[in-house]
């Protein structure tokens, strides 16, 4: 399979308040990340909020300018090139359906805006076609193309949010936890609709999410972010049954059982404290604060992000021995 | 704080119901209906100036000085709200002064809404370097007393409409930049922005397009203060002797004119003042009434 994404050694530092005049303090947000992403595949990437998802999402589709590192579309590197023809292969679905819609301009014109930049239509009564297929893809109807985002509900906001990543017909969509706003009935739908959409345009995701449990559903892998940091990636299933990083192991016994009785057996694993600053990350391992294996070496020396079996990738020194 | 913001005016607006007669519904939007015929008297006056004034306004007439309004004991129904120092109709001064003072906001408001809002996108969207140099503009403009460069300008160039437009504008837009940077730094971050730029939208078209259309709101409540505090300002400066020069008749002026004899002749500077307060009130009332409007969140209401 051909990867469509590759992310090398990914750094994004954020400057902050502080520090003194020569020496400055950064953010580490995202701290030297590499995956990569088959095309037709999707990737989940979940950890809990300020690990660094959504900034490696938006670095990704470069929103931001990375600080190091190197982001590969198809074989070719795009970390500093011109974006304008990348812009119509790559989209984003956003979190909060509120905030993420121009609240001045029509469906129509939200959903058409990309057309108008990059030229894809040649006549009005095109333009409009396009807007009303678009908009009926994703369960919406075409008198809706007229009205105003304030007029809709949270579930139909995010279809228009959708209806707009599809409008440049892309390969690759950052799917920026664009169900954590909905209600629970509604993200059911979404998320039914993401794979249909999938399946009949072949796109490929990234999909973003702090809840295990939906991710599971929909991706193929997934990857455990902790603090900047990939912690464990693997395919959805191994990851779900053979997860190897205490970390993950924490987050999967969070995942809620729809049976009282199994629930009430199951033992959870709950973590201690929180989640150190990203200003400041403990030296060595980064869960190692909150982790129940830590020793000395896990201080000292930063785990290595490795391959322990076929496609599984951990970085822990006290998981696989 | 929007959504706090949207109940909070909802519960004020109750839904038209059709069958309500006419005159109840103007009387219940008595605060725009007012001001709107209060404004569109001023331009109707403005306009019509020559046909509406009964005397010429700067004709002298010493024998009929200092009369008092028709209404009063001694006053004469020729001149209906009295004459002045120089037995000049205070009517006819009034409707010819309504041309000054409604040029004069109108054409400052042009210029530094304008100016403003260009300055204020630019170095709230951009940052940088180019705010930086913006900003500082802007603070030097603010910290620039007006007055003072008002009276330098009218040692340059003279006394005139012009001197006075340039007067109020050249440091006026200065407020509108800083509102709208704040506006724009509010837009910058939101994910409808960053989405125009994952579409390949350039700046340009961001600010035209997704920035300017929201901060329309702001602009125009800012818009409406304006009038009334432009008006005022050049009343100041007719005072100072820097205005539209006399013998042509702003409201400014007149008030100023009274001030002498106001024991004796009120109504020199009464009307006018009254004429002034009730325009700048009507800007606000009609400034507050159209941001309702003009926000597709309400529009449905």
Redesign the interface.
């Known amino acids: 399979m051909n990867k469509l994404i590759e992310v090398k050694n990914l750094k994004q530092y954020f400057p902050a308040p502080g520090g003194s005049l020569f020496k400055k303090r950064f953010v580490k947000a995202v701290d030297d990340v590499s995956f990569y992403i088959h095309k037709g595949e999707t990737l989940g990437l979940v950890g809990e909020s300020g690990c660094g998802k959504t900034t490696t999402g938006?670095a990704i589709?470069r929103?931001y300018e990375p600080t190091s590192g190197q982001i590969f579309y198809d074989g070719r590197d795009i970390t500093h090139m011109d974006?304008?023809p990348y812009?119509?292969k790559?989209?984003?679905v956003?979190?909060?359906p509120y905030?993420?819609?121009?609240?001045?301009?029509t469906v129509g014109d939200i959903v058409g805006?990309?057309m108008d930049?990059?030229n894809l239509y040649k006549t009005r009564a095109e333009r409009k076609e396009k807007i009303y297929n678009l908009l009926e893809r994703v369960g919406l109807n075409s008198e809706h193309a007229n009205r105003?985002p304030?007029?809709f509900s949270g579930g139909q906001r995010q279809r228009i949010g959708i209806a707009?990543a599809l409008a440049?017909d892309p390969e690759f969509i950052v799917c920026d936890e664009p169900v954590s706003a909905l209600d629970v009935s509604i993200q059911a739908q979404i998320i039914n609709m993401f794979e249909e959409l999938q399946e009949a345009m072949g796109l490929t995701y990234l999909f973003i999410a702090h809840d295990l449990s939906v991710v599971k559903h929909i991706s193929d892998r997934i990857g455990v972010m902790y603090l900047g940091k990939l912690v464990e990636l693997a395919d959805s299933y191994e990851l779900t049954f053979h997860s190897l990083h205490p970390y993950t192991q924490s987050l999967i016994s969070a995942i809620p059982i729809p049976d009282p009785r199994i629930s009430r057996e199951r033992k959870r694993i709950i973590l201690e404290g929180d989640v150190p600053s990203p200003l400041n990350p403990p030296s060595g391992c980064r869960f190692r604060t909150r982790c129940r294996y830590a020793t000395q070496l896990c201080a000292e020396k930063e785990p290595e992000f490795r391959e322990v079996a076929d496609g599984h990738f951990v970085a822990c020194h006290h998981c696989c021995q | 704080m929007m959504r706090v913001q949207i109940t909070k005016r909802t519960a004020n607006v109750r839904p038209r119901k059709k069958s309500r007669p006419r005159h109840i519904h103007v009387l219940k939007n008595l605060t725009f209906y007012l001001p709107l015929l209060v404004l569109t008297l001023l331009v109707f006056t403005a306009v019509f100036a020559d046909v509406l004034a009964p005397h010429d306004p700067v004709a002298v007439s010493m024998q009929e000085r200092l009369l008092p309004p028709a209404f009063m004991e001694g006053g004469t129904k020729k001149y209906l709200l009295g004459t002045d120092q120089l037995g000049r109709d205070i009517l006819s001064r009034m409707i010819y002064g309504s041309r000054i003072s409604l040029s004069v906001s109108l054409a400052v408001i042009a210029i530094t809404a304008s100016v403003g809002t260009v300055m204020g996108i630019v170095a709230g969207y951009l940052g940088g370097a180019t705010e930086a140099l913006l900003m500082r503009i802007t603070d030097i403009s603010m910290a620039f007393p007006p007055m003072l460069l008002a009276l330098l300008l009218a040692v340059v160039f003279g006394p005139g409409f012009w001197t006075v437009v340039l007067a109020l504008s050249i440091l006026g837009w200065a407020p509108y930049a800083r509102l709208i940077r704040g506006e724009t730094l509010k837009l910058r971050y939101?994910?409808?922005v960053?989405?125009?730029?994952?579409?390949?939208?350039s700046s340009l078209?961001i600010m035209v397009?997704?920035i300017f259309?929201?901060i329309v709101n702001s602009l125009i409540v800012v818009i409406t203060m304006a009038v009334g505090m432009l008006i005022l300002a050049e009343a100041a400066l007719s005072f100072l002797g820097v205005g539209v020069p006399p013998p042509a008749p702003s409201w400014g002026y007149m008030v100023n004119e009274g001030r002498s004899v106001i024991d004796r002749a009120w109504w020199i500077s009464a009307f006018p003042g009254i004429v002034i307060g009730l325009v700048v009130l009507s800007g606000n009332f009609l400034g507050d009434w159209l941001r309702d409007k003009l926000d597709?969140?309400l529009?449905?209401l």
Request: charged share 30%.
């Open positions: 938006k589709i929103l974006m304008l812009r119509r790559m989209q984003i956003f979190q909060d905030a993420s819609l121009n609240p001045r301009m805006e990309a930049i990059h105003f304030h007029e707009r440049v | 939101t994910d409808f960053a989405q125009a730029r994952i579409n390949g939208a078209r397009k997704h259309p929201n597709p969140r529009r449905q």
